[in-house]
């Protein structure tokens, strides 16, 4: 079983919708959770972080974590064809670790 | 402040030929990684280094060799390159998020 687990999409939504991105964790003890934004041929860029049950909002983005379920997701309101593009899941695998453990992404478009 | 730089951006390589990949940061982490990335397979990490002068395994480590050559500089080594090791290789750093270096696109023929 993969550490970290996503759907690998591609998920696609008409401009304007909400999208809804998945994650689960194997590692109870994980502390720290990571979404990062990458576009093609380019380098993971951090958008959001959470750490405490419940919702983190940050403009547009809103990450929701349930320990007890072992779940993060990405919601994107008002999507743009902009926010078309691979989100990384990533955990932070062993508390007080170094190492952090990415999913393998899924692909979203967002259609004009 | 450039962040996290890497060299070469591109490279073709010959099986059997070795390069190092370079990686500095001015960020002053002290945690620096190497990670592989291919098609449906996310973020692999082959070796990272937790703070200067110590260095461990990741997940795929098999092939490669590391230096901290001092808190800016951590490169990766390919002793003899194979073309499982076709691949597009990032840098990071990490001070609870990671830092990612634009990367390096590896082929290997």
């Known amino acids: 079983q993969k550490e970290v687990e996503q759907n690998s999409g591609p998920l696609s939504v008409p401009e304007g919708a909400i999208a809804s991105l998945n994650c689960t964790y194997s590692d109870r003890g994980s502390q720290s959770f990571f979404w990062y934004r990458q576009y093609s041929g380019k380098s993971p860029e951090l958008i959001m972080f959470i750490y405490s049950n419940g919702d983190k909002e940050d403009g547009r983005f809103t990450a929701q974590l349930n320990k007890a379920s072992q779940y993060v997701s990405l919601l994107i309101r008002d999507s743009q064809p902009s926010d078309s593009a691979t989100y990384l899941c990533a955990v932070n695998g062993e508390t007080g670790g170094f190492k952090t453990i990415f999913g393998a992404g899924t692909r979203l478009f967002v259609k004009a | 402040n450039a962040g996290v730089t890497q060299t070469p951006k591109f490279q073709v390589l010959k099986t059997g030929q070795s390069m190092t990949l370079q990686c500095a940061q001015d960020m002053n982490h002290n945690s620096m990684y190497w990670y592989r990335q291919d098609p449906g397979m996310g973020l692999r990490l082959i070796y990272y280094s937790a703070s200067e002068g110590t260095t461990d395994k990741g997940e795929v480590p098999n092939g490669y060799n590391v230096s901290r050559l001092n808190k800016r500089e951590f490169s990766l080594r390919l002793e003899s390159a194979a073309p499982s090791q076709t691949s597009v290789y990032f840098c990071?750093?990490?001070?609870?998020?990671?830092?990612f270096g634009p990367g390096t696109r590896l082929l290997v023929l």
């Open positions: 990071a750093t990490r001070q609870e998020t990671q830092y």
